[in-house]
């Protein structure tokens, strides 16, 4: 299975220090939407692996996190892409989960629920934690210049980043770089 796993927040739609606590405050970055379509298209299955520590702070309830994900899949579907899963940490920074990236625990969840591998699958975020959390497992780790990536553009990277970090303006400048990467399957004669 192709598969690629990405950051929500941030590295799909616009991040907010007050976080994203209704459907109105969701607003998918420029082309985020369209490069998840340009993998979908290319083979590749989408899931997003997110700390939602909004939920155990209390800001919204699970009902206001399932409507702005339906948001982010209308969204998706209306430009011919798709999001096959979401997996969410829904703890406070406080409780001490296993599931809270850096920690690993939602990637293992991702690879026990799909029966597969994680080793070298691309992992997409805009923070160190989310890259960090991949790499526990195996993933390969790609930072997009977005969210609060936004501030490293022109720089190198922080030393706590993973070794081998591949650095990307955004989810498109992924997805491209993905899509000529990995060529499509050869379709039968």
């Given at each position: ?16 220090d ?10 998918p ?77 939602l990637?293992e ?19 160190v ?11 390969a ?8 990536a936004a ?7 922080p ?9 990307h ?5 992924f ?15």
């Amino acid at each position: 299975m192709k598969l690629a796993i990405l950051d929500r927040d941030g590295t799909i739609n616009a991040d907010s220090d007050e976080f994203i606590k209704s459907p109105d405050e969701w607003q998918p970055l420029p082309g985020a939407l369209e490069a998840i379509a340009r993998l979908n298209h290319a083979g590749w299955h989408v899931v997003v692996a997110s700390n939602q520590s909004g939920l155990g702070r209390g800001l919204f309830d699970v009902a206001t996190l399932n409507a702005v994900h339906a948001k982010m899949h209308k969204a998706l579907a209306a430009v011919g892409g798709r999001i096959d899963a979401v997996f969410y940490c829904p703890h406070s920074p406080d409780e001490g989960c296993r599931c809270r990236k850096p920690l690993p625990g939602l990637f293992e969840q991702i690879g026990e629920r799909l029966g597969v591998d994680l080793k070298q699958v691309p992992v997409v975020g805009d923070t160190v934690r989310d890259l960090q959390a991949g790499v526990a497992v195996g993933c390969a780790p790609h930072l997009v210049l977005t969210g609060k990536a936004a501030a490293l553009r022109g720089q190198p990277l922080p030393a706590e980043f993973p070794a081998g970090t591949q650095v990307h303006e955004d989810l498109c400048a992924f997805a491209d770089w993905l899509v000529k990467r990995v060529p499509p399957p050869a379709k039968p004669a």
